[in-house]
Structures are given as structure tokens and as C-alpha cells.
């Protein structure tokens, strides 16, 4: 076993991973910068070492200063959570080239999963259904024209090394079809360097539905469920939960096979999600594969009782999985709230500031994911997330009734959050009754703005 880790990241998946590695017998060092001295994530690790600036490009985006800490506090491999460096093919060469283990998957896997077009690709010899479009990048307006002639608007229009709903534009007409195409290129370009585009049809109102899997180095891989993702605004995720309720035994398992078989496709290993969009006829369409740990992942932990974070350092240390497909047993539902330091008067703009008040709700079955304190100052320079609120119950309606009572008695005075948003989705009829897709939040959102003003 590692004896001790290095991790890459801040906030609350930093402490997820200290606290397994405390539980594994595994020594963790900790990096911050000068912005997190007072972090939590710095407090706990055994050991903690500043990287730089409080600007993400100046320590957390830091290759350089993360690997020179690994190497002088000892660590045999970095586990770089979600965000930041976590999905960056560079670092995780760079980290494999240094004599360190990258706790995900290689550089390579990254890279081809990280170009929308060639993930496409495999998918389609893979057998794993994909959106109709285009399979090669879009040189040009003109070509771009002939595509959507050919599969009919509306169309979705993505950057090909995108993600978290950036560089991504719809198109329903031809009149609109110039600025979504001008537009996305030029916030790939400032977003991710590369303003590569291809373009879909766009299933209009799916739902958003990713299967977790977990595979080793032995040609294992297993699916953990699902996680409906489809409340989301903006493309970002508010809430999310397992299982899906419209999904059947059969569709579930038909969509499972298919997310392992994207994942055996690129020879994936370590902890991965397919995501998929389902239309209301029932079919189902791979979009992309998350080649890193979820900020959703204590859903999938919650009804299928395996440590995620685990199973990933296991697998870095080339231990096969422990367990068979037959041996996974989903056991009721769960719901995870994102509470977000954000204004919903006013589009739910970031709220850096201090927290004078601090209470987190408790009880059977109920998770708090957070690296708040009472008298804790945000920075703000980092991800608007405060915490993540989790619940499990034996049925869907006792774990929103739960999530209820949890959101109700969750205390965090002294910045602006979505805690009252929240509280009313658990209240929505729609929602309640499982009838909602990814136009959720574009339908009610002015709604319940004005509700909980």
C-alpha cells in the first residue's frame, strides 16, 4: 500500500480523501495557497505545504510546485480529486514521469476521452449509441451548414475539448445557427485554448443520466448505478440522485453494459462516469465520459455502499476489484444538494464572504461533504460550493422528505446561499412525482426566485 499521498486539490474533495487516507493507513500532505493558510483541507493532513498565490494558475494549476511538494515531503502518488488538474493529460504524464503514481486514469485515456470527437468515435465502433452529428471536427461555417441540412435542427453545438457547459450553444433555426457556432468558438477559445467544434443533434429536454463504474487493471469494470443529473442550471448541476426513477431493470442494465463497454473500448482503469442524455421514448445516447472522480459521487456510495475514493487508490496500486458486477446491490435511494455561496436574485453571482453561524443538520442516514467553519472566510477565488448535503432513505419520497428537514435545518449566516431553491425543488410537484427533465430549472427557476426572495 501507498504510505503516503499527495493531494492536488482544496475545499471539500480534498478532505474526502485525507479522511480515506486516515482510514487506509496512508500518510496525506496537503497543498494550499496563501489564500486557503487557514484552510481545513491544510489543518487535517498530516502534513501541509503552501504552493503559491492565491490564483488558481499560481498554485492549485501549478504543475510545477505540486510535483516539487510530492517529491520533497516523499509521496509515491497524487490524487488530484475533481476540477483543477484532475482531467488535464499533461499533469498525469508529467506525474507518471516523475517516478509518482496518478491516482485516475493514464494521459492518454484523458486525452481521448477529453476530445468529444474521438470519444465519439470509439463510442460509435464500441456499439455504444451516440447523438447524430458530426464525427469529425468542423472546419468551417459553410461545412457546418451542410452537416445540420443533413440531421435537422435544433442542434447543440460543442467545443470539442469542453466541458461544464462551457463553449456549448443551441440552435433551433437557421437564423440562429451564425452567432451559436461565432459564439461557442470564441468561449472554447478563452475557456479551454482550443476552439475545435462539432455539432449534434440535439435531443430536446432529456434527462441527464451517468453510470459510475470502477475498473482495474485486470479487464475488470463494474457499474454502480445510475445518478439522474438532470437538475441543472446553465448546464451546471444543482441536485442530484440515485436511482433514476424512470429507469426500468432492463433499461438500467442495458445502459450499464453500454457504459462498461465505453469504458473497455479505451482500456479505462481507476473511477469513471459515462453520462448519457435519455429521451421520453426511452432511448439513450452517450455524450461523454468523466475520466476523474464526480462531485456527485456520495449518491452512488450511499446505495451501493462502496468507498469510491477506495476503490481508486486500490486500483492506482494495481490491486484488482474485490468485487463482481453480481456482487453490487443498490439499497434505496439517495439525493445530494449542492449548497453553493451564490445570489439567486441576482443569477446566482458568487457570495465571497464570512460565515459568522455555522449549523449542519444530522441524523440516521444524513452526509455533510464540507470544509466550512464557523468564522471560515471564502475566498473568491475558487468554486462558489460550500457543502454538500447528503441523504439516504429506503424509498425516493422518505429520502426527499428527508432533504426537507435536512435543507430546514442547515444554518449558514453570513453569505448569500441556494439553500432556499433548493428547499423548494423538494417541494415541487414535478419534482416530487419524478416529472422533470433538463428544462427543470428554465421552467420554474423565475418561480421560485420570487418565492424565496
Avoid: W
Avoid at 467545443?159 to 440562429?176: I, N, V
Avoid at 473500448?265 to 435519455?278: D, I, K, M, P, R
Avoid at 460550500?386 to 422518505?398: C, D, N, S
Wanted: charged fraction near 25%.
Amino acid at each position: 500500500m501507498f504510505k503516503k499521498i499527495l493531494i492536488a486539490n482544496r475545499g471539500e474533495i480534498a478532505l474526502r480523501i485525507i479522511r480515506a487516507c486516515k482510514e487506509m493507513g496512508i500518510g496525506s500532505v496537503a497543498v494550499y495557497s496563501t489564500a486557503d493558510k487557514n484552510a481545513l483541507h491544510a489543518q487535517l493532513a498530516d502534513e501541509a505545504i503552501c504552493i503559491g498565490g492565491e490564483r488558481p494558475h499560481d498554485s492549485y494549476l501549478n504543475m510545477q510546485a505540486i510535483i516539487e511538494a510530492a517529491l520533497k515531503t516523499g509521496c509515491e502518488a497524487i490524487h488530484p480529486g475533481y476540477g483543477f488538474l484532475s482531467e488535464n493529460s499533461e499533469f498525469a504524464k508529467l506525474v507518471e514521469a516523475c517516478g509518482l503514481k496518478f491516482i485516475g486514469p493514464s494521459g492518454d485515456i484523458i486525452d481521448a476521452m477529453g476530445n468529444k470527437v474521438e470519444a465519439r468515435e470509439m463510442m460509435i465502433k464500441a456499439q455504444v449509441p451516440v447523438v447524430p452529428g458530426s464525427r469529425e471536427i468542423i472546419k468551417s461555417f459553410e461545412e457546418l451548414e451542410e452537416l445540420v441540412e443533413e440531421i435537422g435542427y435544433p442542434v447543440l453545438i460543442k467545443a470539442s475539448a469542453g466541458g461544464g457547459g462551457r463553449g456549448m450553444r443551441k440552435a433551433y433555426h437557421a437564423s440562429e445557427l451564425k452567432e451559436a457556432y461565432t459564439t461557442a468558438k470564441a468561449e472554447a477559445k478563452a475557456a479551454f485554448g482550443n476552439d475545435d467544434m462539432y455539432c449534434e443533434k440535439l435531443i430536446v429536454n432529456p434527462k441527464h443520466v451517468e453510470f459510475q463504474i470502477l475498473a482495474d487493471h485486470f479487464g475488470h469494470v463494474v457499474y454502480l448505478g445510475e445518478r439522474d443529473c438532470s437538475i441543472q442550471r446553465r448546464n451546471q448541476k444543482m441536485l442530484e440522485e440515485s436511482p433514476c426513477k424512470v429507469l426500468d431493470e432492463d433499461l438500467r442494465q442495458r445502459m450499464g453494459e453500454d457504459a462498461i463497454k465505453a469504458a473497455k473500448c479505451c482500456g479505462y482503469t481507476s473511477a469513471g462516469t459515462v453520462e448519457f442524455v435519455l429521451d421520453h421514448e426511452g432511448h439513450y445516447y452517450f455524450i461523454e465520459m468523466n475520466t476523474r472522480i464526480q462531485v456527485e459521487h456520495p449518491v452512488t456510495e450511499m446505495v451501493s455502499g462502496i468507498d469510491l475514493i477506495k476503490e481508486q487508490i486500490r486500483i492506482a496500486q494495481r490491486l484488482p476489484l474485490s468485487f463482481t458486477q453480481e456482487d453490487i446491490k443498490l439499497n434505496g435511494y439517495a439525493i445530494e444538494c449542492r449548497i453553493n455561496a451564490e445570489d439567486p436574485q441576482h443569477d446566482f453571482a458568487p457570495q465571497p464572504g464570512h460565515i459568522h453561524t455555522l449549523h449542519f443538520p444530522g441524523g440516521f442516514n444524513v452526509r455533510v461533504d464540507s470544509h466550512i467553519y464557523q468564522d471560515y472566510d471564502i475566498p473568491p477565488y475558487y468554486d462558489s460550493m460550500l457543502a454538500k448535503l447528503i441523504v439516504h432513505a429506503p424509498t425516493r419520497l422518505e429520502a426527499i422528505k428527508k432533504m426537507r428537514s435536512a435543507l430546514s435545518e442547515l444554518v449558514i449566516d453570513g453569505v448569500i446561499t441556494n439553500q432556499k431553491v433548493l428547499f423548494y425543488i423538494m417541494h415541487q410537484v414535478d419534482y416530487v412525482r419524478g416529472h422533470f427533465d433538463t428544462s427543470f430549472m428554465e421552467q420554474h427557476l423565475k418561480e421560485m426566485v420570487e418565492e424565496n426572495g
